[in-house]
Structures are given as C-alpha cells and as structure tokens.
C-alpha cells in the first residue's frame, strides 16, 4: 500500500507565526500533491496542490515546498490566523493508479491568539 | 457552502443492516467520488464515478456498492453493516474525469453502526 506520512498530528501556534505541517511519500509515480483544510462538521476543501516539476508555490499565505529527491513536501502558513485553525490533510494523486489518491492522516491546527 | 449536497446528515442502524447514503453534486459536475473517514483509517478513497460509469475503485469492500444515475445523483449503499464500518462518509464532485480536476466536497453523512 502507497503511503503519505504526515507530521505532526497537532500543532499549536501563536497568532501572527508560521505554521508549518510536513509530508512524506514513498512512491515516486505521483503525479499531483493537493492540501486539503477540513474545518469541524465540513468535509475537506482544496487549499493549494503542485505539481512534482515545481519546487514551491505560494497562494497569498499558504505556500507548499516540494523536495522531489527526497520525496517530501510541506505546507508552510505564514502569518497564522485563529481562522486557519483547522485540520489539514496532505494528499498525494496517482493518474495511473487504481487507488488514485492517497491521503496523510492529518494535522489539527490551533492557531493561539 | 461547496454546492455538494449529501443526505442524510445522521445515520444509525445496527450491524447487520442496510443502509443507502445520497449524493447530490454541483451543478454542471459530471464526476462523483465517495470518500470514508475515520479515525483509525483516516481518509480513504472508495469509488469514482464520471456521467454514469464507474471510473476507478479504490479501497471500497465488497460489502459496499454505488451508482451514479442519469440525473447525476450518486448513492452509496452499505450492507451487512458492522461496527468497524461506522465512519464519515463523503462525497465529492468536479466537472470532469481526470485526477487533477478540483474536488468539492459534501458536508458528509455520519454513520454509526450499533
């Protein structure tokens, strides 16, 4: 089984600090790693993904860094917000894959203010 | 508000049992995904459908089967229920077939088997 590990699975930050939420995969045939922000009773929402050719991409705040050699990436929130306070899940895409899409187990986020 | 309605909300019934959960998606998507979460699993992919046919399975067991109909509403239908399968169910819609088509998700249906 395809896996995406994903740490830590709290965390807690001062208003106005960087947040930054760490992934892992295994495999290599990924072709698409999306973030996902889930806020209590919702279901996930697409916050920001890239592709493996690129190294960062940056939306307003949220920034993902995706390191291909060493089969990592990590979603970075700048200026952290009591808002952003959320569970986030990275989530790894095969396009040839019969399982598809793999998901890290998740990160609840406590932004202090 | 992600346009994705799912129903019901709330969902009880004991093990054994059959139960069928809805999925309406955003106007205009033609794919339907059907998403479980729960806490020892966390969130697992189970079955893609694209206008009607099925497109890709993920880790769906063979107690659970769905369908996309013409109208483009997906169900769910879970059977011979057991405890382990109590969990939130999600489904997701995006307008076309391929993986890197924005996924909007429903608020979810809750499922707790008795």
């Known amino acids: 089984q395809q896996q995406v590990k994903q740490s830590p699975q709290s965390l807690i930050v001062q208003k106005g600090g960087i947040s930054i939420i760490n992934c892992a995969y295994e495999n290599t045939a990924f072709d698409y790693f999306p973030w996902y922000q889930q806020f209590p009773g919702k279901g996930p929402a697409l916050l920001i993904a890239i592709r493996p050719d690129v190294s960062e991409k940056k939306e307003g705040r949220f920034t993902i860094s995706f390191n291909k050699s060493a089969k990592q990436f990590s979603l970075h929130i700048m200026d952290s917000q009591p808002g952003d306070s959320a569970t986030y899940f990275c989530a790894a895409i095969s396009y040839s894959s019969a399982s598809k899409i793999i998901f890290g187990s998740g990160t609840r986020l406590s932004i202090r203010p | 508000d992600s346009g994705v309605t799912q129903t019901p909300k709330h969902l009880i019934t004991a093990t054994g049992q059959r139960v069928t959960l809805r999925c309406s998606p955003r106007?205009?998507?033609?794919?339907v995904y059907w998403y479980q979460q729960s806490l020892d699993q966390g969130l697992q992919f189970l079955i893609q459908?694209?206008?009607?046919?099925?497109?890709a399975k993920g880790n769906i067991l063979e107690r659970f089967s769905a369908q996309q109909f013409p109208d483009l509403h997906s169900e769910l239908n879970l059977s011979s229920l057991e405890l382990g399968d109590s969990a939130l169910y999600f489904c997701?819609?995006?307008?076309?077939?391929?993986?890197?088509?924005?996924?909007?998700f429903g608020p979810g249906t809750r499922l707790t088997v008795l």
């Open positions: 997701a819609s995006a307008v076309g077939a391929g993986d890197n088509n924005e996924q909007f």
């Open positions: 459908y694209y206008n009607g046919e099925e497109r």
């Open positions: 106007s205009g998507d033609l794919s």
